[in-house]
């Protein structure tokens, strides 16, 4: 654990060598674990849950969590772990986090790859994904986490089976699970979603923007290939859809080991 102003990171350092950060939100560090355990063959790698989730505690949850305090958090970390300057490697929220921690902490970062940030500002319908976002929100802290949850999927243009969006999404919230989910809600997809990123201070670091192969017209393809452009430069092409890195581990970890 490290404490930070305003929370209490819980975070994991896995091999030796060459840092790389893995960095989700509102996820927390188990879904890399796979990754993680093959990157730390040759490298030290550090996992972490963001404030607010699971493990990582926050002095005061009713304050939202921004990408500027987990790209502040991030930063932090990897100083302790004194192990820098990182490849940070960030998915969904986490790549929004990543992105910001280039621009707040250029030091810290020799590469960032932001895998499908979910940037909706950067698009021409942005005032009504805005819109569907606070719906979603709204329709969340009325206390209805499955009507929310089919919101958020359609916003996000992701179909899924029925079968498989019940098993998900569909029972009871009880125990962490549920502190998770409502912080996730009230607290970071907000500011996550509608942060605005620098394109000059981006251009001035080494940043690689991922999209998944089967992510083609869902919101984050969109997003990430809107941030490229701005940028400049090519998506690079990862194996999967949004969380691509849950069912393809060993072809994450080689496309983050050689985009770092």
């Known amino acids: 654990m490290l404490d930070v102003p305003g929370a209490r990171l819980h975070y994991e350092l896995r091999g030796s060598g060459p840092l790389i950060v893995l960095a989700g939100a509102p996820m927390d560090a188990t879904a890399f674990e796979p990754v993680a355990e093959l990157l730390a063959a040759d490298h030290t790698v550090l996992t972490t849950d963001p404030r607010g989730i699971n493990r990582s505690t926050v002095d005061d949850p009713t304050r939202d969590s921004t990408p500027e305090d987990r790209a502040d958090d991030l930063a932090r970390l990897i100083a302790h772990a004194d192990a820098g300057p990182a490849v940070a490697f960030g998915s969904s929220g986490g790549a929004v986090s990543v992105l910001a921690l280039a621009q707040r902490h250029p030091d810290a970062v020799r590469t960032v790859i932001a895998h499908e940030p979910p940037l909706i500002e950067l698009l021409d319908d942005r005032a009504t994904l805005r819109a569907n ?128």
């Open 133 to 260: 976002t606070e719906d979603m929100i709204t329709t969340y802290l009325g206390g209805d986490p499955r009507g929310a949850w089919v919101k958020f999927l359609a916003n996000a243009n992701i179909a899924m089976p029925g079968e498989v969006f019940e098993m998900i999404f569909g029972g009871p919230r009880e125990g962490q699970e549920a502190a998770d989910e409502h912080y996730g809600f009230a607290r970071m997809l907000r500011g996550t979603t509608y942060w605005t990123p620098d394109l000059t201070a981006l251009r001035a670091a080494r940043v690689r923007i991922g999209v998944g192969e089967e992510s083609a017209g869902q919101l984050c393809d969109r997003t990430s290939r809107a941030l490229a452009a701005g940028l400049g430069t090519t998506p690079v092409l990862f194996p999967g859809d949004h969380t691509g890195f849950i069912d393809h581990p060993k072809e994450f970890a080689a496309l983050i080991s050689a985009r770092g």
